[in-house]
């Protein structure tokens, strides 16, 4: 019979642990990593493109068209929506070659109308955008 050789004479073994693959994140933290961060409140408010920039001075100097081209006055106790709308029927070729030469002026006009009601739309629609 033989008997095991003392303990100090046995080699040394190193076992080095089997490389785990990394758990699969949860649903919910999948979700939360492809979600971007919000963006600022004033980013959110009057982030436009320039294409968006393009459209809102477009509709600003087209409203500005019909607000001078009417002459509309809403100081004026006679204001009368339907005359209006035919001074703007009868004067809108004239003002379209008016404008031509002065098309700072409409837009000028147009924006006291249309950029408070634009901030106003972006206010309301403030909770529904990313």
């Known amino acids: ?77 006679d204001v009368n929506a339907g005359e209006a709308i035919m001074n703007v029927a009868r004067t809108a070729v004239s003002a379209l070659g008016w404008a031509l030469q002065n098309f700072w002026k409409p837009a000028l006009a147009g924006a006291t109308i249309v950029l408070p009601l634009w901030v106003l739309w972006r206010l309301i629609s403030l909770p529904f955008r990313k």
């Open 1 to 77: 019979m033989t008997t095991p050789p003392p303990s100090s004479e046995l080699p040394e073994v190193t076992v080095e642990p089997i490389p785990q693959p990394a758990p699969e994140p949860t649903p919910k933290a999948k979700e939360a990593a492809a979600k971007p961060e919000p963006r600022p409140l004033l980013a959110r408010l009057f982030g436009i493109s320039i294409w968006g920039a393009l459209k809102l001075i477009g509709l600003c100097i087209l409203v500005g068209f019909f607000v001078l081209a009417s002459q509309f006055d809403p100081t004026n106790p």
